[in-house]
Structures are given as structure tokens and as C-alpha cells.
């Protein structure tokens, strides 16, 4: 199907060719990859692959394309790029979070080997009020816990991603799984997480 227009080929990946709907989001690759890189902007896009935030979204719309129900490729591309505004804002949060957790790992290995260490760390405690030290302590256990009450895979999917830096294909050849599978590994962690931290945060303000 080389010729095929875009309406020809969401029509037929409507019928169930698979083969239809993949070169049909391929369509879209080029303009997703420019609309991840502007969103992200400068700061993230050093720190956070656009690409694989477009192929999570290809991975979801392969997965959930039987639940859109639009009838043109306005409604099509539209549903598209909701895919990837969500993923957009889930990659943001997602490295927001590990890279807080990260600055208070990097602090505290830096503390225990550099002679000038324990020096930076009382003058860092004198300089911050009593409170605020309480709610960074808290805030760094409450994470911890968090991660600890997850699976063993899920565990190893947030330190591979986020610490460690690995694609989705890494880590696919790592669990030796499909990409679609380390994509929803990968999502079902953070949702765990970020309920847990949620509902760690109810507690102590109830």
C-alpha cells in the first residue's frame, strides 16, 4: 500500500490490518518527534528521549485502537496526540520525581567520600530551618517506602529507566519482553508510585 492516503489507511486498520495501522502512525512520526521536542523544550530534551515518548505512544495507540471510535483523521490525529500529551506529562513528572531522588543520593555519597563532606552538610543544616529538614526527611522516606512496596520488577524498571538512562528497547532485550510489555511495566510502576506517595500524603495531612 505505498500509495495509500491516510483516510484509505485508517479505514482499513478499522477492518483489522494491522499492517494499515502501523504505517499509519508511521505517517505521524515526523510531526509527534517535532511536538515532543518543542513541549519538552531545552531544559528536558537533554534529559528526556522524545523518541521513546513517541513510541510509547505508537505502542498505546496499537494497544487501545480498538477503543477509538472517531470516523475521520482530524478525530484520528486528535486522539493521537491526546496519546502523547498524557505521555509528554507522565515523562515530565516521572523525571521530576527521579531526579529529586537522584540530587539527595548524589548529596549523600558526596558527603561520605569528600573530605570537605561533613562540613557541607553542617553548614547545608544550618542553613535550613528545623522544618524544613523534618519535611525533606519525611519526603525522602515516604519515597523509599514507596519503592520498597513495589514488585521486583517494577523496582527494576525505575531504576533501569531513570537512573540508569535505558531506551525501551534496552530494556525490552533486559526483561526479555516486548516493548508494549516493558511500556506497560513501565507505566503501572509509576502509577504505583505516584498512588502510594498520594495516598502517603493524605495520611499525614488527615
Same mark, same amino acid.
Not at 490490518?17 to 515526523?30: F, I, M, S, W
Given at each position: 500500500?505505498?500509495?495509500?492516503?491516510?483516510?484509505?489507511?485508517?479505514?482499513?486498520?478499522?477492518?483489522?490490518?494491522?499492517?494499515?495501522?502501523?504505517?499509519?502512525?508511521?505517517?505521524?512520526?515526523?510531526?509527534?518527534?517535532?511536538?515532543?521536542?518543542?513541549?519538552?523544550?531545552?531544559?528536558?530534551?537533554?534529559?528526556?528521549?522524545?523518541?521513546?515518548?513517541?513510541?510509547?505512544?505508537?505502542?498505546?495507540? +496499537?494497544?487501545?485502537?480498538?477503543?477509538?471510535?472517531?470516523?475521520?483523521?482530524?478525530?484520528?490525529?486528535?486522539?493521537?496526540?491526546?496519546?502523547?500529551?498524557?505521555?509528554?506529562?507522565?515523562?515530565?513528572?516521572?523525571?521530576?520525581?527521579?531526579?529529586?531522588?537522584?540530587?539527595?543520593?548524589?548529596?549523600?555519597?558526596?558527603?561520605?567520600?569528600?573530605?570537605?563532606?561533613?562540613?557541607?552538610?553542617?553548614?547545608?543544616?544550618?542553613?535550613?530551618?528545623?522544618?524544613?529538614?523534618?519535611?525533606?526527611?519525611?519526603?525522602?522516606?515516604?519515597?523509599?517506602?514507596?519503592?520498597?512496596?513495589?514488585?521486583?520488577? +517494577?523496582?527494576?524498571?525505575?531504576?533501569?529507566?531513570?537512573?540508569?538512562?535505558?531506551?525501551?528497547?534496552?530494556?525490552?532485550?533486559?526483561?526479555?519482553?516486548?516493548?508494549?510489555?516493558?511500556?506497560?511495566?513501565?507505566?503501572?510502576?509509576?502509577?504505583?508510585?505516584?498512588?502510594?506517595?498520594?495516598?502517603?500524603?493524605?495520611?499525614?495531612?488527615?
Amino acid at each position: 500500500m505505498p500509495h495509500s492516503t491516510p483516510p484509505e489507511l485508517l479505514a482499513r486498520a478499522r477492518s483489522g490490518d494491522t499492517q494499515a495501522l502501523g504505517k499509519l502512525l508511521e505517517l505521524y512520526r515526523n510531526s509527534l518527534c517535532h511536538q515532543a521536542r518543542q513541549q519538552l523544550g531545552s531544559r528536558l530534551n537533554s534529559r528526556v528521549d522524545y523518541s521513546d515518548i513517541v513510541q510509547e505512544t505508537f505502542l498505546e495507540a +496499537q494497544r487501545d485502537f480498538s477503543g477509538f471510535r472517531g470516523e475521520c483523521e482530524a478525530e484520528w490525529a486528535g486522539w493521537l496526540n491526546r496519546i502523547l500529551e498524557n505521555n509528554l506529562a507522565e515523562a515530565v513528572r516521572r523525571h521530576d520525581l527521579v531526579q529529586k531522588r537522584s540530587v539527595r543520593s548524589e548529596r549523600s555519597l558526596d558527603d561520605s567520600k569528600s573530605p570537605a563532606g561533613p562540613l557541607r552538610k553542617q553548614l547545608s543544616d544550618n542553613e535550613a530551618t528545623p522544618s524544613r529538614r523534618a519535611v525533606q526527611a519525611e519526603e525522602t522516606l515516604s519515597l523509599n517506602l514507596a519503592i520498597d512496596n513495589m514488585t521486583a520488577d +517494577q523496582r527494576e524498571v525505575i531504576r533501569l529507566r531513570y537512573m540508569d538512562g535505558l531506551s525501551l528497547k534496552e530494556l525490552a532485550q533486559h526483561f526479555d519482553r516486548s516493548e508494549m510489555a516493558v511500556a506497560s511495566l513501565l507505566h503501572r510502576a509509576v502509577d504505583r508510585l505516584r498512588g502510594q506517595l498520594s495516598n502517603g500524603k493524605r495520611d499525614r495531612d488527615s
